[in-house]
């Protein structure tokens, strides 16, 4: 009679065999994903952070520099202008101005469609759902053309029945645009933080609605005191993803900008980086405008960390 160790020696290494082939093919099907994510995120990346630290000047003599292009290693020194630059600043300035009162609108809008659609007051929620969602599906920048033309007088069915504010139409003045480009941008993505909200919605289990029904509570109590609570982690990633795109904030102002001939091509820190890299602000190149990026990037990090913290410790 065999003992049970020279059985059970075959079993181990038909498993491990089994799970070295399944271990090879998870890496197979994850390896065009992978490649795909260093080529497309993680490069330029890379490219970014080496260029931030060089910057471009004339090789050779003369009044002019003469001779050809090249690139100076300069250290930290495209980082030192960025952030002493008072344009950048004002553009962050503006950023969080915007951020502070457009990030709560946008999600507590996008909070009460999400209760309204998951709600018995609702018929046919699919169609609801997807006439929330549509605007996002329309490409960002032109989304902001078409509220471009609504701001404009000569176009806009309602602009010119509005004053003009120093100088320029209603909703391109400098007290007023930077809520228009609120607007556009509340426009465009309050119905996909809605369906983050009702995905979170429709995963609590209905057994809590019914045991709250069968102890007297109301629709009001069940919504605010089982639903909204519920949704605090969909609530924590709705805000961190508007935090990142509002400090990503490029599209609107720069639509607008063409419109409103008053406003600086370093309006936005996006806004900066662009006209740098293309040369329209000085000091200018592709240098100066990762610095700027990076400064953004590392900016966006720190208020998504500070946000995270903050709410993990309000709900313990």
């Known amino acids: 009679m065999s003992s049970p160790s020279v059985i059970a020696e075959p079993k181990r290494r038909k498993w491990s065999r089994q799970a070295r082939h399944q271990a090879i093919s998870g890496w197979a099907f994850a390896l065009p994903f992978f490649l795909a994510f260093c080529l497309v995120f993680v490069a330029p990346i890379l490219s970014a952070v080496r260029s931030s630290v060089y910057t471009v000047k004339a090789s050779g003599g003369g009044l002019y520099g003469g001779g050809e292009m090249s690139e100076v290693f300069v250290g930290l020194e495209n980082f030192q202008i960025a952030a002493s630059s008072s344009e950048f600043w004002s553009g962050i300035g503006r950023v969080f101005l915007f951020g502070i009162v457009q990030i709560p609108v946008m999600i507590g809008v996008a909070l009460m469609l999400a209760l309204l659609i998951d709600s018995y007051l609702v018929r046919r929620p699919g169609f609801w759902r997807l006439s929330y969602f549509l605007p996002y599906a329309i490409p960002g920048l032109v989304a902001a053309i078409v ?23 209603f909703f391109l003045s400098p007290p007023v645009v930077l809520w228009s480009m609120a607007n556009m941008t509340t426009w ?14 429709q995963a609590i289990p209905g057994d809590l609605y019914e045991a709250a029904r069968i102890d007297g509570a109301s629709g009001w109590k069940i919504t605010t005191q089982i639903k909204i609570p519920m949704v605090g982690s969909a ?82």
């Open 235 to 316: 609530a924590l990633l709705a805000v961190l993803l508007s935090i990142i795109g509002t400090v990503q904030l490029f599209n609107e102002p720069t639509v607008v900008a063409t419109l409103a001939t008053w406003m600086p091509k370093d309006y936005t820190p996006m806004m900066m980086a662009y006209n740098t890299m293309m040369g329209t602000l000085t000091p200018s190149g592709a240098g100066m405008a990762s610095a700027i990026s990076i400064l953004m990037a590392l900016i966006a990090g720190t208020l998504a960390v500070v946000y995270f913290l903050v709410q993990r410790r309000l709900q313990k």
């Open 147 to 169: 509220w471009g033309y609504l701001y404009i007088p000569e176009v806009s069915p309602f602009a010119d029945m509005l004053p003009e504010i120093q100088g320029s139409p």
């Open 188 to 201: 465009t993505f309050t119905g996909y933080n809605m369906l983050i909200f009702l995905a979170a919605l």
